[in-house]
């Protein structure tokens, strides 16, 4: 693995250098999508990029660099500074019709190399277009539109990162379209994936932990079910009103057989999720809000521990109060903004006593965001946050601050 690393770092060292000696009147800047109005659906290509003279490829991407002071009860490690990721997009128009982008991640930035998107797009009719490859699948509206500067606050939704697997993508194929009729805009994705297995219940935090399933590279080759998981979802956008989506994810998690032997039943992990977004035309007002609801058959002889239903979600409220100029920016913008969030990993009683089984958490976070342009900000949020433990004893508080920037390059 170091070796991969290695070399990968020297060739993005030498694709970068290369880059270093082109005449800057050949780099052209690719708007983020000729489209004009998109959806949640087309972030993967919602992204401003550089393309070289008339070279088929573009490059673009994104940093995120963090200061942060949080302390739990008290205790807290202090000043820290992070640099959380460095991401990389290549994209390409093969030919007509067809199209490819890539995503690479190096998250955090001295340890792991990912790829998290890359796929190949060919269009039949804007109803019918057919994506293979690694997939991020459309669970909700932030796995696919997670880009940091698009958001106004330095940490991602907790419910979108700890209970579903934040940035989740699978080796697969599927289809999506869209169609538009005045002000209205309709949407579909629909994919066949490969799947979850057994870590999101055997994993070291010794509860059920959908994200422990990232952990497993070989789940672009293997699937540990042997059955397809299903993704799907439809989104009907509105102009004037915004955009409401409603997505599905499921299958078998666990290896039922073994050479043709059967070894458990099939247990089977599923997901449903609502998001909207809306602008209030007078205020200028967003509002950008998702929730999850997630099945897990969870074995009977697993503790109670291990909870076979979680929700979870977020609200972003977000309020644009100074829009001028501002030195050399042109309309730079200020915003206020707040996220309210609430998790329960584990929702249900238990069977001894009737009592309810904590396992939860909320947050507020108040934040203050400076953008400069539509591609950078600068975000200072406060979070306060209250988690509860499984059986409910008092919530342990976390306090603090965390000033950032994010910017796509």
């Known amino acids: ?10 060739l993005l060292i030498s694709f970068f250098s290369t880059q270093a000696q082109i005449d800057p009147a050949l780099l052209k800047r690719i708007p983020k999508d000729s489209a004009g109005v998109t959806m949640n659906m087309d972030a993967i290509y919602s992204r401003p990029a550089l393309q070289v003279a008339k070279l088929p490829v573009s490059v673009g991407g994104y940093v995120e660099a963090n200061w942060q002071h949080l302390g739990t009860d008290g205790v807290s490690e202090g000043h820290q500074f992070q640099f959380r990721r460095l991401t990389l997009f290549v994209a390409s128009a093969i030919s007509k019709r067809i199209k490819f982008l890539s995503e690479i991640e190096f998250e955090p930035a001295e340890k792991e190399i990912t790829v998290e998107f890359a796929a190949v797009d060919m269009e039949f009719n804007p109803l019918l277009n057919l994506r293979t490859g690694m997939i991020v699948n459309p669970i909700g509206a932030f796995n696919q539109n997670h880009d940091g500067p698009k958001w106004e606050f330095t940490d991602r939704p907790i419910a979108s990162e700890q209970m579903l697997p934040a940035t989740w993508s ?6 999506y379209g869209k169609y538009y009729k005045k002000n209205w805009m309709y949407g579909y994705e ?6 979850f297995d057994n870590s999101i219940i055997e994993n070291s935090h010794n509860k059920t932990f959908l994200p422990a399933a990232k952990e497993n590279p070989g789940r672009f080759e293997e699937s540990a079910s042997g059955e397809p998981l299903v993704t799907g979802k439809i989104a009907v956008k509105n102009l004037k009103l915004g955009e409401i989506g409603l997505s599905y994810m499921g299958g078998v998690y666990n ?3 073994e050479d043709g032997l059967p070894l458990d039943k099939k247990r089977r992990v599923d997901i449903v999720a609502i998001d909207l977004n809306t602008t209030v035309a007078h205020t200028r ?3 950008i809000a998702e929730w999850s609801k997630v099945f897990v058959d969870v074995p009977e002889n697993y503790s109670q521990q291990f909870g076979n239903k979680q929700h979870g979600g977020f609200m972003d409220i977000i309020q644009p109060v100074l829009k001028r100029k501002v030195l050399a920016w042109e309309n730079a913008v200020l915003n206020i903004a ?3 969030e609430y998790v329960d990993w584990n929702t249900g009683k238990f069977k001894e006593t009737a009592g309810n089984i904590a396992d939860e958490l909320w947050s507020v976070m108040p934040a203050i965001s400076f953008r400069p342009n539509s591609q950078t900000v600068l975000r200072l949020n406060y979070r306060y946050q209250q988690q509860k433990d499984l059986l409910g004893n008092p919530a342990s508080k976390t306090a603090g601050f965390s000033f950032g920037l994010s910017s796509y390059f």
């Open 255 to 257: 290896k039922f057989k």
């Open 170 to 175: 699978t080796a697969g194929f599927g289809l």
């Open 285 to 287: 007002t967003t509002v």
């Open 190 to 195: 629909f994919y066949l994936t490969g799947g």
């Open 338 to 340: 707040c996220r309210l």
């Open 1 to 10: 693995m170091k070796c991969k690393c290695f070399v990968t770092g020297l």
